[in-house]
């Protein structure tokens, strides 16, 4: 049986569909308008390639399907969210329980459609409020009082006057959702934006996945599991996930892989660097696990949660490039892949980064995409003429290399920012490099930061797709403590503790799993403010007891010396095994090829003919010195002058300077 995993970013959406032993990578264009169209063309790329007689046939041999996605993460950034309305505490409705005006207000709810509530508010304060609510046109109502949690009576008993009013079976019915429900924390304005993060994302969320799910299973027959990627690097059934789980779940797959890579590997630190069409990400393996932070900002918003560290520049394949006071200027604003680049030759004239690159010589014109799409060579070196050359008064080959040059400076300052905020040195650090145009710049950001070596992997241009196939269904649950760790804590931590057992039970057993073949972690976070935060973790028994489980939690606390000290929160993470499949060392060797040869530009302006290697030509053991380049169906890198490129046992590709 296969598994299928499907990434959709914004510009491209990417699959992976593997049966244990061999792995098919496919990438369709992002379809924004319908994000189910780019799902169902990667199911008709798989089932056409492996020679299935139709969709239907192919997904009666798939176990399971895997969904990550840009698609909350887009919805926050371009503004295009639901309607939302805010009841919160009379004299908050600029701060949101904060110390100044929230980033939220006038972005994800109109000030106009927050409402404060005096302390013990009457029925007909509440539904006065709605009323105003819903005559500004609100669709999804929030509620969220100071110190509601662990004691959230007074929400819900506003939640029910609404819904006594507002029953589900009339149309005017609205959703109502608690700030102690959508982030069960102590801090209260983190409760207020996530519940109005994941209250403006929901319907665009649901009715991708609702209408993927329900075409799998009336158009093509299909039954098995969709699991949707979470930020956590888990998948889940779709009745139980929340929309703002899903946030940059698609990137953070990524980030996930490069920590499986990183233990195969043997290496400590990493900066994972995921370039695509639109944006660059950047994040940290350090000591050989993902880098969480407790506490920051998640898409602009402040949060005092905990989440992999995760940072972004807006520079990608599609970005415009443009010519401002004299110098070369790229993005923020991005072709995406409709109309694309100049040179896809679907509408666009605007230079791109894409343009410049393959303007440059190192984009195989004829074998983009696998030779899907072919490149107008013509079309970039005139759309780089028009907005970069000109303007610059110099020839299309200087200009396309500082449009190149100037996305190397963003992504060397994005990843030398991330390297900085980890406490990591550059010398010390492998780059793995990943994305439709990672290992185009692989080699160019090692060189600026000093990075010993940089990885370009043969699943790299799948490389989210590739995180989400090694993933499992992971539940995270948090809870939010002031406390100090001491004879007493035990006792008091019985009630919740038994709490989050019953609640990880019941969601494995409603998602079809049995929660005595799940793994239970549990984690304390010790410390005196959110900035100082150490974690003491522990694993307990299947369907263990309160007892057993804080009895662990005091031991892994006192072998970490934290007796004593202050606890802020406290998680626990239940994981369920499915269909995942690992890497194993490649064995099968192809056939030599001779390398062809193009011009292309590497430094000033001197343009010369270079080898160029078709990577699926390739083995294990194989070495190369630049300058030269790697082309294949989806992947490109290039070997700069001074660098070398070996394929490893992996069948991956590691660059260094040549010695």
């Keep these: 049986m296969?598994?299928?995993?499907?990434?959709?970013?914004?510009?491209?959406?990417?699959?992976?569909?593997?049966?244990?032993?061999?792995?098919?990578?496919?990438?369709?264009?992002?379809?924004?308008?319908?994000?189910?169209?780019?799902?169902?063309?990667?199911?008709?790329?798989?089932?056409?390639?492996?020679?299935?007689?139709?969709?239907?046939?192919?997904?009666?041999?798939?176990?399971?399907?895997?969904?990550?996605?840009?698609?909350?993460?887009?919805?926050?950034?371009?503004?295009?969210?639901?309607?939302?309305?805010?009841?919160?505490?009379?004299g908050q409705e600029q701060k949101l329980y904060g110390n100044g005006r929230s980033p939220v207000v006038g972005e994800l709810v109109a000030e106009g459609a927050i409402i404060g509530l005096p302390a013990n508010p009457t029925p007909a304060d509440v539904l006065g409020g709605v009323k105003q609510l819903l005559e500004a046109g609100v669709r999804r109502i929030c509620v969220c009082l100071a110190d509601s949690f662990p004691?959230?009576?007074?929400?819900?008993?506003?939640?029910?006057?609404i819904e006594d009013q507002y029953p589900d079976h009339i149309i005017g019915a609205v959703p109502v959702l608690l700030g102690s429900e959508m982030a069960p924390l102590r801090h209260d304005q983190t409760r207020v934006h996530y519940s109005l993060m994941n209250a403006y994302t929901h319907q665009r969320l649901a009715t991708s996945l609702f209408k993927a799910e329900d075409?799998?299973?009336?158009?093509?027959?299909?039954?098995?599991?969709?699991?949707?990627?979470?930020?956590?690097?888990?998948?889940?059934?779709?009745?139980?996930?929340?929309?703002?789980?899903?946030?940059?779940?698609?990137?953070?797959?990524?980030?996930?892989?490069?920590?499986?890579?990183?233990?195969?590997?043997?290496?400590?630190?990493?900066?994972?660097?995921?370039?695509?069409?639109?944006?660059?990400?950047?994040?940290?393996?350090?000591?050989?696990?993902?880098?969480?932070?407790?506490?920051?900002?998640?898409?602009?918003?402040?949060?005092?949660?905990?989440?992999?560290?995760?940072?972004?520049?807006?520079?990608?394949?599609?970005?415009?490039?443009?010519?401002?006071?004299?110098s070369v200027m790229l993005g923020p604003d991005s072709m995406g892949a409709a109309p694309g680049p100049a040179c896809y030759g679907l509408g666009g004239d605007a230079a791109t980064l894409s343009d410049a690159l393959l303007a440059l010589g190192y984009l195989n014109p004829d074998n983009f995409l696998g030779g899907r799409r072919k490149l107008d060579v013509e079309r970039a070196r005139v759309a780089i003429e028009k907005h970069v050359a000109k303007p610059l008064g110099v020839s299309v080959e200087v200009a396309a290399l500082q449009v190149r040059d100037e996305a190397v400076v963003m992504m060397a300052e994005l990843v030398g920012n991330t390297l900085k905020e980890a406490k990591l040195k550059a010398a010390d650090t492998a780059l793995f490099c990943f994305g439709g145009n990672?290992?185009?710049?692989?080699?160019?950001?090692?060189?600026?930061?000093?990075?010993?070596?940089?990885?370009?992997?043969?699943?790299?241009?799948?490389?989210?797709?590739?995180?989400?196939?090694?993933?499992?269904?992971?539940?995270?649950?948090?809870?939010?403590?002031?406390?100090?760790?001491?004879?007493?804590?035990?006792?008091?931590?019985?009630?919740?503790?038994?709490?989050?057992?019953?609640?990880?039970?019941?969601?494995?057993?409603?998602?079809?799993?049995?929660?005595?073949d799940a793994k239970y972690r549990w984690e304390l976070d010790f410390g005196r403010s959110e900035a100082e935060v150490s974690t003491v973790s522990a694993e307990a028994a299947p369907l263990g007891t309160a007892a057993g489980v804080l009895s662990a939690l005091e031991q892994a606390v006192v072998a970490a010396r934290q007796s004593g000290q202050p606890v802020l929160g406290m998680r626990l993470a239940s994981r369920f095994v499915v269909g995942s499949h690992g890497l194993v060392r490649r064995t099968?060797?192809?056939?030599?090829?001779?390398?062809?040869?193009?011009?292309?530009?590497?430094?000033?302006?001197?343009?010369?003919?270079?080898p160029v290697y078709r990577w699926e030509a390739l083995n294990v053991g194989d070495a190369l010195s630049g300058p030269a380049m790697i082309n294949g169906a989806t992947l490109t890198c290039p070997i700069p002058p001074g660098w070398s490129l070996r394929v490893d046992d992996y069948g991956n590709a590691a660059l260094s300077r040549a010695k």
């Excluded at 061999?22 to 790329?45: N, W």
């Excluded at 004691?151 to 006057?161: S, T």
């Design 215 to 326: 075409m799998l299973r009336d158009d093509y027959n299909w039954n098995g599991a969709l699991l949707i990627g979470n930020t956590s690097g888990g998948v889940a059934r779709i009745g139980k996930t929340k929309a703002v789980d899903t946030i940059e779940s698609g990137p953070m797959f990524g980030t996930f892989g490069g920590a499986y890579m990183a233990g195969l590997y043997g290496l400590a630190n990493v900066l994972c660097f995921d370039v695509g069409g639109t944006t660059t990400k950047a994040s940290v393996i350090r000591d050989g696990a993902v880098v969480l932070q407790r506490g920051g900002e998640l898409m602009e918003v402040p949060v005092q949660t905990t989440f992999a560290v995760l940072r972004s520049a807006v520079v990608g394949g599609g970005s415009v490039a443009r010519v401002k006071a004299g």
């Design 588 to 610: 099968t060797r192809v056939e030599r090829e001779p390398p062809a040869q193009r011009e292309m530009r590497f430094n000033g302006a001197v343009r010369a003919a270079c």
């Design 438 to 516: 990672g290992p185009v710049f692989a080699a160019f950001v090692a060189a600026k930061l000093g990075m010993p070596v940089a990885y370009a992997f043969n699943l790299g241009p799948v490389f989210s797709a590739f995180g989400s196939s090694i993933s499992d269904v992971v539940h995270t649950y948090e809870r939010g403590l002031s406390l100090r760790w001491d004879g007493a804590t035990a006792a008091a931590l019985q009630p919740m503790v038994s709490e989050l057992l019953k609640q990880a039970e019941r969601d494995l057993r409603g998602e079809g799993f049995d929660p005595a």
């Design 151 to 161: 004691d959230n009576q007074a929400e819900r008993a506003i939640k029910a006057v």
């Design 2 to 90: 296969f598994t299928v995993d499907i990434d959709t970013g914004g510009t491209m959406t990417d699959a992976l569909v593997s049966d244990g032993t061999a792995r098919h990578a496919f990438k369709v264009d992002t379809t924004p308008h319908d994000y189910t169209v780019s799902f169902l063309g990667c199911l008709q790329e798989a089932a056409g390639h492996l020679e299935f007689a139709s969709v239907e046939a192919f997904l009666s041999q798939v176990s399971l399907i895997r969904w990550s996605s840009t698609i909350t993460t887009n919805v926050l950034g371009e503004r295009r969210g639901s309607k939302v309305g805010l009841l919160v505490g009379k």
